[in-house]
C-alpha cells in the first residue's frame, strides 16, 4: 500500500467524521423538534377522536338506530294509505252516478204512486155518489167511501214526503258528484304525488342513513389506524437513539481504521493483515451507514404516514355525516308533513262522502217505511175489495155500480202491489249502495289509518332523535374543522423535522461515498485484499462496543458480502420479556 | 393514580416512554441517568421503573442493584430497556434483580399490556 493513499485514507476519514458528528447534532436537533410537535400533534388528535367517539356515540343510541325501520315501516304504511285511497277513489264516482241513477227510478215510483192516489180519490168520490143513491140501503158502503179517502189522503202525503226527500237527495247527489268530478282526480293526482315522493325521500334516507350507520365501524378503523401508525412513531422516535449509537460506533471503528491503515505501522509490520482488517472495516462502515440510512427513511415514511392518517380522519366522511343526515332528516320531516295534509284532506273527503251516505241512509229509512205503509195499504185494499163486494153481492142488482167500484179498487191494488214491486227493487239498491258508500268512507276515515298514525308518531319521534344526534355530528364536525386547522400548523413543524432528516441523506451518501473510495484504492493497490479477512479478528476488533444485535447482523452481511436489508423488521417494535 | 419512573440517558427514549405511559393512564417521572433514578426512587413512591442499561454515572445494574436496597422497593417491578439483546446482558439484569428485559426499540402496546400486568 502506497503512503499517499494511506494520507488520502486519513484526511477522508477525518472529513468522514466531521459529516457524521453534524448528523448527529441535526438528527438531536430534529428528533427533539419532532417529539415536540408529535407530542402536540397526539393530544389534538386525541381531541378529534374524542370528537368523533361522540358522534359515533350518538349514531349507536339506540333512538336513532330505530329510525331506518320506523322510517321503512313509515314507507309501507304511507304506501298501503295511499294505495286503499287510489283504490277508493275509482269506485266513488261511479257509486254516486249510480245514486242519481236511482234517484230517477224512485221519482218515477212516486210519480205512479201519485196516480194511484188520485185514483183512488176518485173511486172514493164514486162511492160517495153509490152511498148516497143506495140510501138507507147503501149505508155499509159508507165505511168503504170513508176506508178510500182515508187512504188516498195518507198515500198523498206519503208520497209528497218521499218526493220531498228524493229532490233534496238528488240536488245534494248532484252537488258532490260535481264536486267530486273535479277534485277526485286533483286527490288522486296528489296521493301519486306523496307515493312517488315519500318513496324517493325514503331512498335517500335510506342510503344516507346507510352511512350514517358506516360511521363507527369507519371510525374504528381511523382510531385503529392511528393507533398503529402512532405506535409505529414511538418506535421511530426510539429508533433514533439506536441510531445515534450506531453513529457513534462508526466513528468509533474509524479510530480503527485509521490505526490499521497508518502508512508506519503497516510497513513496521509489513502485516497484510492490518490491510485487510482496514479494508474489512470500511466495508462494514459502509454497510452500517447504509442500514442508518435505510432506517432514518423508515422513520420519515412513518411520520409521514401518521401525520397522513390524523389528517384522513379529520376529512372522514364521519365530518360529513351530521350535515348530511341533517339534510335528509328535513326532506323526510317534510314528506311526514305531506302525509300528514294528505290524510287530512282524506279525512275531508270522508265527511263529503259521509253526508252522501247519511242522505241515502235517510232516503233508505225513507223508502222502507213507504214500503211497509204500502204493505199495509195492499192488504187493505184488498180487504176493501173483498169487502164491497159480498156487500154487494147481498144488495143484488143494486149494486151494480158498488161492483165496478171493487173492480177498480182491485185494479188499483195490481197496480199497487207492482209499484211496492219496484219500491223495494229500488230499496235493495239504496242498501247496497249505502254498504259501498260505507266502506269507502271507512277506507278514508281516521280510525282505519292507525297503522299509519302509529308509524308516523314513530319515525316523528326517531327523526326528532335523528336531528338532535346529526345536528351533535354538525357541532363535533365543526370543532374536528378547528382542531384540524390548529394540526396543519402542527404538521408543518413536523414537515420541516423530516425536511431536516431528509439533509442528513445526503450526508450519508456523500461519507459512504469518501468510504467506498477508500476501499476502491485500496482494492486497486492490493486485489487480495478480500481474500485475507479473518472474520473471527473482525468481529472482535469492531463490534465490541456494539449494543444491538441489527449492528451485529450488518457487520455480518458485509463480511459475506451481502446486503443486510433488515432494518424495517424492527420497526413494529419489541415486546417485554419477563423474567 | 400509578407512577413509573422512567430512567435514560436518551431524552426521546424518555419521551416516548412518558407520551406511551400518560396515554394509558400513568403519572410517568423521568431521570437523565442511573444516579438521577436512585435519587428520585429514594425520593418518591413509584410502582414500576423502567431503565436503561448503558448510562453515564451509574448504569442500569447498579441502579437496580441500589433500588432494591431502598425501603419499599424490594418487590416494586423493575424492567430493563436498552438496545442490547445478549443473554449474558439480560442475565446480569435478571440477577441484579430486574422483573423483565425489554429491547429497544420497545412496542408500546405490549409495553401498556406489560405495565398494567405487573401494577395490577
Redesign the interface.
Known amino acids: 500500500m502506497s503512503s499517499t493513499t494511506n494520507t488520502i485514507a486519513s484526511g477522508g476519514l477525518e472529513s468522514a467524521r466531521r459529516d457524521l458528528q453534524w448528523l448527529l447534532r441535526t438528527m438531536e436537533e430534529a428528533i427533539a423538534a419532532l417529539v415536540t410537535s408529535f407530542g402536540e400533534l397526539t393530544k389534538d388528535t386525541d381531541s378529534i377522536l374524542g370528537l368523533a367517539s361522540a358522534i359515533v356515540g350518538c349514531v349507536e343510541d339506540e333512538s336513532v338506530n330505530a329510525v331506518l325501520p320506523n322510517v321503512q315501516a313509515l314507507g309501507a304504511a304511507a304506501k298501503r294509505f295511499v294505495t286503499e285511497r287510489l283504490q277508493s277513489t275509482t269506485g266513488i264516482l261511479s257509486t254516486v252516478t249510480a245514486e242519481t241513477e236511482l234517484l230517477s227510478q224512485l221519482s218515477q215510483v212516486t210519480e205512479s204512486q201519485a196516480s194511484i192516489a188520485l185514483k183512488i180519490k176518485i173511486l172514493n168520490v164514486h162511492t160517495k155518489i153509490e152511498v148516497a143513491h143506495l140510501g138507507t140501503v147503501g149505508a155499509g158502503f159508507d165505511y168503504l167511501a170513508r176506508e178510500l179517502a182515508d187512504f188516498s189522503r195518507a198515500l198523498t202525503l206519503s208520497t209528497d214526503e218521499l218526493t220531498r226527500h228524493t229532490n233534496q237527495h238528488r240536488s245534494a247527489n248532484e252537488k258532490t258528484q260535481s264536486v267530486l268530478s273535479v277534485e277526485l282526480p286533483h286527490l288522486r293526482e296528489q296521493l301519486a304525488a306523496v307515493e312517488f315522493s315519500l318513496m324517493g325521500a325514503l331512498d335517500v334516507l335510506d342510503s344516507g342513513l346507510t352511512r350514517l350507520f358506516q360511521a363507527p365501524a369507519q371510525f374504528k378503523r381511523s382510531a385503529e389506524e392511528i393507533a398503529a401508525q402512532i405506535a409505529g412513531v414511538v418506535v421511530a422516535v426510539q429508533g433514533h437513539d439506536i441510531t445515534r449509537q450506531q453513529l457513534e460506533h462508526v466513528q468509533q471503528a474509524f479510530d480503527v481504521i485509521t490505526s490499521k491503515l497508518d502508512s508506519k505501522q503497516a510497513l513496521t509490520t509489513g502485516s497484510d493483515s492490518e490491510v485487510a482488517s482496514g479494508h474489512a472495516g470500511l466495508s462494514i462502515q459502509i454497510s452500517q451507514l447504509s442500514a442508518i440510512r435505510e432506517t432514518i427513511t423508515e422513520w420519515a415514511s412513518q411520520i409521514q404516514s401518521c401525520v397522513g392518517s390524523i389528517f384522513r380522519i379529520s376529512a372522514s366522511e364521519l365530518v360529513g355525516v351530521g350535515p348530511l343526515v341533517l339534510e335528509q332528516e328535513e326532506s323526510m320531516s317534510a314528506q311526514l308533513f305531506n302525509i300528514d295534509s294528505l290524510e287530512r284532506e282524506c279525512k275531508s273527503y270522508g265527511e263529503k262522502l259521509r253526508s252522501t251516505l247519511n242522505g241515502i241512509s235517510n232516503l233508505s229509512e225513507l223508502v222502507k217505511e213507504h214500503i211497509q205503509k204500502s204493505e199495509s195499504a195492499r192488504n187493505r185494499l184488498r180487504l176493501l175489495t173483498f169487502n164491497s163486494v159480498v156487500e154487494a153481492s147481498h144488495l143484488g142488482e143494486k149494486a151494480d155500480a158498488i161492483c165496478v167500484i171493487a173492480d177498480g179498487i182491485a185494479e188499483v191494488s195490481v197496480e199497487w202491489s207492482k209499484i211496492s214491486e219496484h219500491s223495494g227493487a229500488a230499496l235493495q239498491e239504496i242498501l247496497s249502495l249505502s254498504d259501498r258508500i260505507n266502506g269507502v268512507i271507512k277506507t278514508f276515515s281516521r280510525a282505519s289509518n292507525e297503522d299509519l298514525q302509529k308509524a308516523q308518531d314513530k319515525t316523528s319521534t326517531g327523526l326528532k332523535n335523528l336531528r338532535s344526534a346529526a345536528s351533535f355530528a354538525v357541532m363535533q364536525g365543526k370543532r374536528i374543522e378547528t382542531v384540524t386547522d390548529a394540526m396543519w400548523t402542527k404538521s408543518k413543524e413536523i414537515e420541516r423535522s423530516s425536511q431536516m432528516l431528509n439533509t442528513c441523506f445526503d450526508r450519508i451518501d456523500s461519507v459512504v461515498s469518501v468510504l467506498e473510495s477508500m476501499k476502491l484504492d485500496l482494492e486497486t493497490d492490493d486485489a487480495g485484499v478480500r481474500q485475507r479477512y479473518d472474520e473471527a479478528e473482525i468481529e472482535r476488533l469492531y463490534s465490541a462496543s456494539y449494543t444491538t444485535q441489527a449492528e451485529r447482523e450488518v457487520l455480518r452481511s458485509a463480511l459475506s458480502g451481502t446486503v443486510f436489508s433488515g432494518m424495517s423488521q424492527y420497526a413494529t417494535g419489541n415486546s417485554v420479556e419477563l423474567f | 393514580m400509578k407512577r413509573v419512573l422512567t430512567v435514560d440517558d436518551?431524552?426521546?427514549?424518555r419521551?416516548?416512554v412518558c407520551?406511551?405511559l400518560q396515554?394509558a393512564g400513568y403519572e410517568v417521572a423521568e431521570a437523565v441517568d442511573g444516579k438521577d433514578g436512585i435519587a428520585k426512587a429514594g425520593n418518591g413512591k413509584f410502582d414500576l421503573i423502567i431503565t436503561d442499561l448503558?448510562m453515564p454515572n451509574v448504569d442500569g445494574i447498579q441502579l437496580i442493584t441500589a433500588v432494591r436496597k431502598l425501603p419499599g422497593y424490594a418487590f416494586v417491578p423493575i424492567?430493563m430497556l436498552?438496545?442490547?439483546?445478549q443473554a449474558e446482558k439480560?442475565d446480569a439484569g435478571?440477577k441484579a434483580g430486574?422483573?423483565?428485559?425489554?429491547?429497544?426499540?420497545?412496542?408500546?402496546?405490549?409495553?401498556v399490556a406489560?405495565v398494567q400486568r405487573l401494577v395490577k
Not at chain 2, 436518551?10 to 427514549?13: E, R
Not at chain 2, 436498552?82 to 439483546?85: F, I, L, N, R
Open positions: 436518551s431524552a426521546s427514549v419521551q416516548m407520551f406511551t396515554k448503558n424492567l436498552s438496545t442490547e439483546s439480560k435478571r430486574a422483573t423483565g428485559w425489554i429491547v429497544k426499540p420497545f412496542n408500546a402496546e405490549q409495553l406489560v
